[in-house]
């Protein structure tokens, strides 16, 4: 009988050694991370050679920044060398899928509405004017794309 235990238990390491690295936590994808927590997204703000504001999500140069309801958001902005600049950035008035208009860092920070989208419908909202290190840059067409929940 004892050598049938040991087999049971040897058998049962096995499985969960084999199994178990299988499982994935919900969110290993970009949805919520385990607890119910909700994802982040980053946006780079910087500017070109041209003085225009560049915006950019997981390393891609983006227009309208994709954004879902139940994703937090978090704004930087870096020079060429990565350095986090200070900024303000603005949505019209009314006009922002947040309870604010209006976001700022001072440099070597970020800035984060607190708490996800509460004014989103499904719709870009353009921003109105950015300043990075105390210089205006040409927002051009650049907003945010908010979309159904992850």
């Keep these: 009988m004892t050598s049938r235990r040991m087999q049971f238990g040897v058998l049962l390491a096995v499985c969960s050694c084999l199994i178990l690295p299988a499982c994935r936590k919900e969110g290993a994808e970009g949805g919520k991370v385990g607890g119910g927590q909700q994802s982040a997204v980053t946006i780079t703000l910087s500017t070109d050679n041209n003085g225009n504001c560049v915006q950019s999500q997981g390393g891609a140069t983006v227009t309208n920044a994709t954004v879902h309801y139940d994703q937090s958001v978090t704004w930087c902005a870096v ?42 419908m499904e719709r870009i909202y353009p921003y ?23």
């Design 79 to 120: 020079d060429q060398s990565g350095n986090k600049l200070a900024f303000d950035l603005q949505f019209a008035q009314g006009a922002s899928p947040f309870a604010q208009n209006q976001f700022t860092a001072t440099a070597g920070n970020c800035s984060s509405p607190s708490g996800i989208p509460t004014n989103a």
């Design 128 to 150: 109105q004017q950015i300043t990075i290190n105390g210089k205006q840059c040409a927002v051009g067409s650049d907003g945010m794309h908010i979309k159904p929940g992850t």
